[in-house]
C-alpha cells in the first residue's frame, strides 16, 4: 500500500513525513520569543489569524540548534494546537511504500524516538518520521 | 420570548433528538444501564429546569418519569415492556409540552394524568395514546455550530491584518485624503464587526447568573428557607459554549446548596449563625481558568453520613472507606448513584447531581473542587479552561518584548524613580518600598532573560498569596485581548496564561501574576503560613499571671491553675504539721512561700487549684497576663520550671505540678477506709490518725453507695461483715499467726492495707 509522504530535510538528512499529519508547508514571519520555555521551542508565530508555537527540529533531535534565521515549517496539529515543525528544506511530495525499519539499525536517542519506518526514493533509504513525537509533551500528570 | 424559556426549549429539543438513538436502544435491551442513564438524566434535567422557569405540568410529567426511572435504576423495579412504553410515552410528551409553549399553542393536558397512571407498577397495559402534536414553528434564534464561529471569528482577525497592511502601505506611500476617508470608514466598521462577531462566541457570565436571584428565591420559598444571595464578578466574559455547558451544574449546585446545605432558620439560629442563609456565587479569572465559586454557609457535608450511606447503598465497601483518606471520602458525593438524602424532594436528592456535575464539568475540559467547612458550609469551586476569553489587558514591554498583563491582577503601577518608591537589594532578593509597603521585587527582565537593566516601572501585581511589585521597562498600551491557551510546552513554563494575537500582527503573551511570582521563588505561601504558626502558637501558648514575688523576684504562672487571688490576715496563717498552713473555712489548705512570711501583716495568696486539690502560694502584687512564649529555659532548681522572656524582662516560671506534687490527696479522691471499730475506741484514737496519714480516708461506717477500698478489724472482733475482700485483720500481740498484723506493726500494717486497697484503687 503506498502512502503520500512529503520529503524534507531536518538537520542535513532527508526524512518522509507523513502528508496527513501536514497541515500546510509555510515560510514564517517573525518569531516571538517565549522567555523560560524549553529549548525545543523557538518562539510564537502568526499564521494568518493564528498563532503557532514554533519547534525547533534540532534541538528536539538532540543536535544543536538550527539557524536562527530558519523560517521554514511544516504545520501539524497536536491535541488542538498548532505547532510549527522548522525544516532545513521542503523536496519533494510522493507516494513511497512504508517498509519496516531494518533490524540492528542504530539509531540515536532523537531519531529513534520519532521513526516510525522507512521509506525507499530511488534506491535512497529515507527514515519517515513522525513530527508529531518532536512536538514536546506535557508530563504526564 | 423569555430568553431562558427559549433556550430551555431549543435545548429541550436537541437533547430530544440526541436522546431518539437511546430511547430505541432503551426499547429493544431494558436492562442496558447507560441507555437507562440516559433517559434519566434527561428527564432529571427537565424536572430541574421546570422548576425555576415555573412549568408545573412539566415538572409533573418529568417526576413522575424519573421516579419510576429511579425505582429501576435502584433495582426496585423491573423494567418490562409496559414501563417503557409509558416512560417513552412520558418523554414524547415532554416533546409535545415543549413544541407547544414554543409555540405559544394550548394543550390539551387531560392526558397527562393517564400518561403518570401508567408509570405505575401495577398499571394495566395503556392503551396506545394518540396524541396531536402542535405544529412546530419557527424559532428566532439559530443553533451554529462552534467550528463555523470560530471560522467566523479568524477570518475577522485576518480582516484586521488585511486592514493594517493597507494602512501601512498608504502610509508609506503618502495616500490621497480620499482613500484615507475610506480606509478610515473600513476601520470603522471592522471595528464594530469585531466586537459582534466575537459577541457570537463571547458572552459575559451575567447571563449564566441572570437565573439564579429568581431560581434562589423560589426554591427556598418551597423549602421555607431564607437565604440571600449575592453575586460577584457577572462581568467576566466567557466562551458561550462554556456557559451553555455550565449552566445545567450551576442549577444543582445551587440547588443543592439550598436544599441540603443550608439549614432552617431554627437550625441555624440554635447553631449560632444568622437566621438568614449566604450563599454566595462568583466568578474570577485566574491564570489560564475561570473560576466559578458557590460558596454557602450551611452545614458543609456531614463525610462519615456520606461514607456510611456509600458502604449501605452497596457503592463502597466498608474496608475501602475505612482505608480511604478524608478527601477520598468527601469525594463520595460524587459517586453516581449516591444519595445522601433519605427523602425524596422535587428539588434534588435523587442522587444524580453530583456525579452528572463532575461529569459536565469534565466534558468542557474544567475539574471541580470542594472545601468542606462541616457545620460552617461547602465551597464548591468549578475550575473552567479558559478556551477563549476577551480579557481587559495592560500591554508592556521588556526588552525588545511585549507582554499582556489582566487589568484585573494590577492594582497600581508607579513610576521606579517616583517619590516614595525605593528599590533595595536585601541579601539576593530585591525589595520595592512604595510609600512605606514593603514588597518583594521580580524584575521581568531578568526572569525572561529579555534585559538587566534596572525596572523603571513598576507594577503592583496582587495574586491570592499577596501583592509584589513587576519591574518593567515599559507600559505600554491598555488592550481588549482575545486570548487563547497556548501550547503545553509554553504553559509548562508556569509563567503565561495564554497568548493572544493583537493588531500588530506579533503573537503576545499573557503573563499570569502569580506564576511569575512563584517562578522567581517569590514566597507568599510560607511567608504566610509561618505567620499563620506564630499566631497558632502565640494562642496555644499559655497564658499566664505575672506576679512579684516575696522574695522581690518576678514570676508568671499558669493561669489554668489559678483560681483566685485573695488578700489573707497574716494570722491565718501558721507552720503547722512540718509546712505553711492556711486555714480556709473549715480546713486547711498548703501555702507555698518562697520567704518566711512573718513580717508581713497581710499577705496576698494566690489560690490554686488542679481541679481538685487546692493549694495557695503567697506573693506581694499580681501583675498582668501574659502569653508564654513557646520558648522556655529550664530551670536548674526546683520549685521553677524554667525561664521566658516577657517584654524583654526575664521571667521565672512558677512549676505548678511541683506545688501539687507534694500535696496530700484530697479527702474525696482518698480510698476508703472502714473501721470495724472496737469498743476501746482504740482504732478511732490510735489507728485512724495513722491510716489517714497513709492517704486513706477512714469511716466508721458505708454510707450509701460507698466501697471501702479496704476494711479494717480486730482479730477478736468476730464476724464481720464481708465489705469486700480486702479485709486486714489486727492482733493485740506481736506474735501470732494467720494473716493477722500486729496492731503497731505500722509498716507492715500499711503495707498490707496498700496490698489489698491495690486491687481496687
Known sequence: MTELFLIARIAGRPVAIEAAQVDSVVDLGEIVAVPRAEATVRGLAALRSRVVTVIDTCVALGLAGSAASARRAVITRVDGHHYAVLVDSLEDVAPFVRQPLSLGLALDGGWRAIARGLVERDGEPLLVIDIAGIVPQPLAA | ?761
Not at chain 2, 213 to 218: A, Y
Not at chain 2, 632 to 638: D, F, Q, S, V
Open chain 2, 1 to 761: 420570548m423569555d430568553d431562558l424559556l427559549q433556550e430551555f426549549v431549543a435545548e429541550t429539543r436537541e437533547t430530544l433528538e440526541a436522546l431518539a438513538g437511546e430511547i430505541v436502544a432503551w426499547e429493544a435491551n431494558p436492562a442496558d444501564r447507560t441507555r437507562l442513564d440516559a433517559i434519566f438524566r434527561f428527564v432529571h434535567t427537565v424536572k430541574g429546569s421546570c422548576g425555576f422557569l415555573d412549568l408545573p405540568r412539566l415538572a409533573r410529567l418529568s417526576h413522575a418519569a424519573e421516579d419510576a426511572l429511579a425505582a429501576v435504576r435502584d433495582d426496585a423495579r423491573r423494567p418490562d415492556a409496559a414501563l417503557v412504553n409509558a416512560v417513552l410515552a412520558v418523554v414524547d410528551r415532554i416533546g409535545e409540552v415543549v413544541e407547544a409553549i414554543d409555540g405559544g399553542v394550548a394543550l390539551d393536558d387531560s392526558a397527562d394524568d393517564l400518561l403518570i397512571a401508567a408509570l405505575a407498577e401495577d398499571a394495566a397495559p395503556a392503551t396506545q395514546l394518540v396524541l396531536s402534536a402542535g405544529p412546530r414553528t419557527a424559532s428566532r434564534s439559530v443553533r451554529l455550530s462552534v467550528d463555523l464561529l470560530d471560522r467566523m471569528m479568524s477570518g475577522m482577525s485576518d480582516l484586521v491584518l488585511a486592514r493594517n497592511e493597507l494602512a501601512r502601505r498608504l502610509r508609506d506611500e503618502g495616500a490621497d485624503p480620499s482613500v484615507e476617508a475610506s480606509l478610515e470608514r473600513l476601520s470603522h466598521t471592522l471595528a464594530e464587526m469585531r466586537d459582534t462577531v466575537t459577541r457570537t462566541r463571547m458572552q459575559r457570565i451575567e447571563s449564566l447568573f441572570a437565573a439564579l436571584p429568581r431560581m434562589v428565591r423560589d426554591t427556598a420559598t418551597e423549602l421555607g428557607k431564607q437565604v440571600q444571595l449575592d453575586i460577584e464578578g457577572a462581568d467576566v466574559e466567557l466562551d458561550r459554549e462554556m456557559i451553555e455547558l455550565m449552566r445545567d451544574p450551576l442549577v444543582h449546585i445551587v440547588r443543592n446548596a439550598i436544599d441540603h446545605g443550608l439549614e432552617d432558620a431554627a437550625t441555624r439560629r440554635r447553631a449560632g449563625k444568622p437566621e438568614v442563609g449566604r450563599l454566595r456565587v462568583s466568578a474570577r479569572q485566574s491564570g489560564n481558568q475561570i473560576l466559578v465559586e458557590i460558596a454557602d454557609d450551611g452545614r458543609g457535608v456531614d463525610v462519615a453520613r456520606v461514607a456510611a450511606k456509600a458502604v449501605e447503598q452497596g457503592l463502597r465497601t466498608a474496608a475501602e472507606v475505612a482505608a480511604a483518606t478524608a478527601a477520598e471520602r468527601l469525594d463520595l458525593v460524587f459517586a453516581p448513584g449516591l444519595s445522601s438524602r433519605d427523602t425524596v424532594t422535587a428539588i434534588s436528592g435523587r442522587g444524580v447531581g453530583m456525579d452528572v456535575v463532575r461529569a459536565n464539568i469534565e466534558q468542557i475540559g474544567g475539574r471541580i473542587a470542594l472545601a468542606n467547612r462541616p457545620g460552617q458550609g461547602l465551597t464548591i469551586v468549578l475550575h473552567v479552561p479558559l478556551t477563549l476569553s476577551i480579557i481587559s489587558t495592560i500591554v508592556v514591554g521588556v526588552g525588545d518584548q511585549r507582554f499582556a498583563i489582566p487589568r484585573q491582577s494590577i492594582e497600581e503601577i508607579v513610576s521606579a524613580n517616583a517619590d516614595g518608591v525605593r528599590l533595595d537589594r536585601i541579601g539576593d532578593a530585591a525589595l520595592a518600598t512604595v510609600r512605606g509597603v514593603r514588597l518583594p521585587l521580580v524584575a521581568l527582565g531578568p526572569l525572561t532573560g529579555l534585559g538587566d537593566r534596572g525596572p523603571t516601572v513598576l507594577a503592583i501585581v496582587v495574586t491570592r498569596e499577596g501583592p509584589y511589585a513587576l519591574g518593567l521597562d515599559a507600559v505600554l498600551d491598555t488592550e481588549e485581548l482575545v486570548v487563547r491557551p497556548a501550547a503545553p510546552a509554553v504553559m509548562a513554563t508556569g509563567l503565561y496564561a495564554g497568548q493572544t494575537l493583537p493588531d500588530s500582527g506579533l503573537p503576545m503573551l499573557l503573563l499570569d501574576g502569580a506564576g511569575i511570582a512563584a517562578a522567581a521563588g517569590v514566597r507568599f505561601a510560607a511567608a504566610t503560613a509561618i505567620g499563620q504558626v506564630e499566631d497558632a502558637e502565640a494562642e496555644a501558648g499559655t497564658p499566664a499571671l505575672l506576679f512579684d514575688d516575696l522574695d522581690g523576684q518576678r514570676r508568671a504562672i499558669a493561669l489554668g491553675a489559678l483560681d483566685r487571688v485573695e488578700r489573707i490576715a497574716r494570722s491565718a496563717v501558721r507552720a503547722t504539721g512540718g509546712r505553711l498552713r492556711l486555714v480556709s473555712r473549715d480546713d486547711t489548705i498548703a501555702l507555698h512561700a518562697m520567704t518566711p512570711v512573718d513580717d508581713h501583716a497581710e499577705l496576698t495568696v494566690l489560690r490554686l487549684t488542679d481541679g481538685d486539690a487546692e493549694c495557695a502560694y503567697a506573693i506581694v502584687e499580681p501583675g498582668d497576663i501574659v502569653a508564654l512564649p513557646p520558648a522556655l529555659a529550664p530551670a536548674t532548681i526546683p520549685g521553677i520550671a524554667g525561664v521566658v522572656v516577657i517584654g524583654g524582662e526575664q521571667v521565672e516560671v512558677v512549676d505548678v505540678h511541683a506545688l501539687f506534687a507534694d500535696l496530700a490527696l484530697p479527702p474525696a479522691a482518698r480510698p476508703l477506709c472502714l473501721l470495724h471499730a472496737d469498743a476501746g475506741g482504740w482504732m478511732d484514737n490510735f489507728l485512724r490518725p495513722a491510716i489517714e496519714a497513709s492517704g486513706y480516708r477512714c469511716v466508721a461506717r458505708l454510707a450509701p453507695g460507698e466501697t471501702a477500698a479496704v476494711a479494717l478489724a480486730m482479730d477478736d472482733a468476730g464476724d464481720v461483715p464481708a465489705a469486700a475482700g480486702a479485709l486486714v485483720r489486727l492482733r493485740r500481740t506481736p506474735a501470732g499467726g494467720g494473716d493477722s498484723i500486729y496492731r503497731y506493726d505500722r509498716a507492715g500494717l500499711v503495707a498490707a492495707i496498700e496490698a489489698r486497697a491495690g486491687g481496687v484503687r
